[in-house]
């Protein structure tokens, strides 16, 4: 059992003592899966309320965001995160959902950046609930200019774009920058961030999504269906690759000699290891050309979401999201996110207003 952890003012008043006690007896809704498969293991039951660890946060959710990583934890696959600790044979967190944004419930003993009430977003394992326990270290005050929903879509594909944008490319103002992926959830952050960081780019997309590339500042837009974005007749400083599975070779052709390549991810490859082979080969290439050839294996922490702070809080980054689903409609945006369709990020309203499936619309307190 977590420790005594302290109640929001403004809920039914639950002491100390009878949050400690009676939590496993708090039910809440959530979208649950008790077995790895496609978009059908999931659906909306009742369960359990975390409890939170003294480290962690109760998080009232209001929503959470939906990316790749979420369809990974869904799926089970590469099988390789099996054997990382996800669930070797179903999944060790029944809940999905890794990006939240809401309100502070109630905090763990060892909390102390955080107090009930407090607006918060962060990285958190079960996000698709009405509550989810959020390590504090994961945890951030939400930028007061953002809608719920738009701070939920931020953590995962937001904090992996600054790192591969800052502390794996090392991006300086007037470099070339390519983005493969620049339409999706990490490529619009990491295309936005580096404008702001004053590079040149360009970002490559799907025809249909050209447009949308365009929009959030891209210099250049190229569409992967059409053009050979890496044939070298144009060199960059730093290849950010998001998306494409692109053999190294082609790759270090658009790279100029010192360049940078980060490669962050891609889907098309192998259902064991999610076609880290190209990653490995590329760290131990590195060791022998002048360019730098380097791999991203983000890490969740707060520290990022403060250093995005200032650029969600001027406008300079903006979380494009595709469309928002209601907390029983997440099956439906996994297989809208599955379909490749989605502009930018999905946000999921867990706020039961938003329901329409005919549940009560009011929390369930024991
Ligand atoms: N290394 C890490 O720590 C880390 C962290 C987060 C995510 N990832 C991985 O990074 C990848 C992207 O994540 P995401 O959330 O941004 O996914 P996403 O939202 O689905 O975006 C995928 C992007 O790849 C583009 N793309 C698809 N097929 C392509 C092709 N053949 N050539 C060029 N571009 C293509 C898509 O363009 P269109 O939509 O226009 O087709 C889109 O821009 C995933 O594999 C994910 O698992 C890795």
Not at 57 to 80: E, F, I, N
Not at 311 to 339: C, H, K, W
Request: hydrophobic content about 40%; aromatic content about 6%.
């Amino acid at each position: 059992m977590g420790p005594i952890a302290t109640p929001v003012a403004d809920r039914p008043v639950e002491s100390a003592a009878s949050i400690s006690s009676v939590s496993r007896g708090v039910k809440m809704r959530a979208i649950v899966q008790d077995a790895y498969g496609s978009s059908s293991v999931l659906r909306l039951g009742v369960i359990d309320r975390p409890e939170v660890a003294a480290n962690e946060v109760l998080v009232d959710v209001a929503a959470a965001g939906m990316d790749r990583g979420t369809w990974h934890s869904m799926a089970g696959k590469p099988y390789l995160m099996r054997i990382m600790g996800f669930g070797f044979r179903r999944p060790k967190n029944q809940v999905p959902g890794l990006d939240v944004a809401g309100t502070v419930a109630a905090v763990g003993s060892e909390v102390t950046r955080f107090q009930p009430g407090d607006e918060v977003f962060g990285m958190s394992r079960g996000a698709f609930g009405e509550y989810a326990a959020v390590r504090e270290d994961k945890l951030a005050q939400k930028p007061a200019n953002l809608t719920f929903e738009q701070a939920a879509v931020v953590p995962i594909s937001g904090g992996t774009a600054i790192q591969a944008i800052c502390d794996s490319g090392r991006v300086q103002a007037g470099q070339k920058v390519l983005i493969i992926g620049a339409s999706g959830g990490v490529g619009t952050f990491a295309a936005q961030l580096a404008k702001a960081f004053g590079a040149e780019v360009t970002g490559v997309s799907s025809t249909g999504k050209v447009d949308l590339v365009r929009s959030i500042g891209a210099d250049h837009v190229l569409d992967y269906t059409r053009d050979d974005y890496l044939t070298g007749s144009k060199k960059y400083d730093l290849i950010l690759d998001i998306g494409g599975n692109n053999s190294l070779s082609r790759l270090r052709r658009a790279l100029t000699p010192k360049g940078t390549l980060v490669i962050v991810g891609g889907e098309e490859k192998g259902s064991v290891t999610g076609g880290f082979g190209r990653q490995i080969r590329a760290l131990v290439l590195s060791m022998f050309v002048s360019q730098r050839l380097t791999m991203l294996a983000s890490k969740e922490r707060s520290s990022d979401l403060e250093a995005l702070r200032p650029f969600l809080e001027t406008g300079q980054v903006t979380p494009i999201i595709d469309r928002t689903y209601s907390l029983p409609e997440v099956p439906d945006a996994m297989r809208n996110l599955e379909a490749g369709q989605a502009r930018g990020k999905i946000a999921i309203a867990v706020q039961l207003d938003s329901m329409q499936d005919g549940t009560p619309k009011t929390k369930v307190h024991s």
